[in-house]
Antibody
Framework: EVQLVESGGGLVQPGGSLRLSCIAS????????MNWVRQVPGKGLEWVAN????????NYVDSVRGRFTISRDNAKNSLYLQMNNLRAEDTAVYYC?????????????WGRGTLVTVSS | DIQMTQSPSSLSASVGDRVTITCRAS??????LNWYQQKPGKAPNPLIY???NLHSGVPSRFSGSGSGTDFTLTISSLQPEDFATYYC??????????FGQGTKLENK
């Protein structure tokens, strides 16, 4: 079955760290850029970061740059998001998402998400 | 950043109605515009890509149009399973890949 499964969310204090994981199955993981997209409960969607197929290029939204690090291990079909110096405004459901390949791309595969709550 | 603005933010309609949701980009994005449907507690599901192309398996009652800055998502005859929140998203080369704020479609 083609799927993405996230894990690693939880409750963390402001200033703390958390590492999210996303395990892919059913497709050739190393052929795709991979993304993290987040959603504050009850609010809209926000692109967070993406990582090139071979891991060589990484991009971030301004609000997380310098605090979050995206990485991948193609041998393990896994995507990661290391989140440091967490803030209350980082509280959200974090989705792993696969974009289609080509110029006219869109997210055709999403995980179920993992909830990160930043609170004291 | 490219701002994506949807209207309306919420919409009440009945089964069988024709429904139109609008998405406006703050600058021209050609046809690099996608639509997603999200139900409570679930991940978004793709509906339309490149402004007017249906994702595999999406019913033909859904359609998209537009180019440049103005786009529409139309549901020709609303079905019970269509009550959800809809998001547009720009997928140009310009990061961040921004989404609209969402349109919640409710049962009248």
């Amino acid at each position: 079955e083609v799927q993405l499964v996230e894990s690693g969310g939880g409750l963390v204090q402001p200033g703390g760290s958390l590492r999210l994981s996303c395990i892919a199955s059913g497709f050739s993981f190393s052929d795709y850029w991979m993304n993290w997209v987040r959603q504050v409960p009850g609010k809209g969607l926000e692109w967070v970061a993406n990582n090139k197929e071979d891991g060589s290029e990484k991009n971030y939204v301004d609000s997380v740059r310098g605090r979050f690090t995206i990485s991948r291990d193609n041998a393990k079909n896994s995507l990661y998001l290391q989140m440091n110096n967490l803030r209350a405004e980082d509280t959200a459901v974090y989705y792993c998402a696969r974009p289609t390949r080509g110029s006219y791309w869109y997210y055709d595969l999403w995980g179920r998400g993992t909830l990160v709550t930043v609170s004291s | 950043d490219i701002q994506m603005t949807q209207s309306p933010s919420s919409l009440s309609a009945s089964v069988g109605d024709r429904v139109t949701i609008t998405c406006r980009a703050s600058q021209s994005i050609s046809n690099f515009l996608n639509w997603y449907q999200q139900k409570p507690g679930k991940a978004p599901n793709p509906l339309i890509y490149a402004a007017s192309n249906l994702h595999s398996g999406v019913p033909s009652r859904f359609s998209g149009s537009g180019s440049g800055t103005d786009f529409t998502l139309t549901i020709s005859s609303l079905q019970p399973e269509d009550f959800a929140t809809y998001y547009c998203q720009q997928s140009t080369i310009t990061r961040p890949y921004t989404f609209g704020q969402g349109t919640k479609l409710e049962n009248k």
